[in-house]
């Protein structure tokens, strides 16, 4: 009686174990999760930011490269 008691002891012990390792695994796959998300985020909004800047100064080059020019349907009055 008493070896059984023993050994469903050790049983509740190692599903304790068991369980404790599993709660442990799943934190860091959820931390790793996070820092690969954040880690994600940023180099997307760097990347958004270096597009941003990049279309802002084609859009002022644009802008401030202004050439006058005649329209071909203008008809000099006489």
Known sequence: MA????????????EKRAAEKVADARKRKARR??????????GMQSSQQRSR??????????????????HPNYRIAA
């Open 3 to 14: 070896s059984q008691s023993q050994g469903i002891q050790q049983l509740l012990q190692a």
């Open 33 to 42: 999760l996070k820092q690969a998300t954040r880690r994600q985020v940023q």
């Open 53 to 70: 800047e990049r279309v802002l100064a084609q859009l002022l080059g644009m802008v401030c490269d202004v050439r006058p020019q005649v």
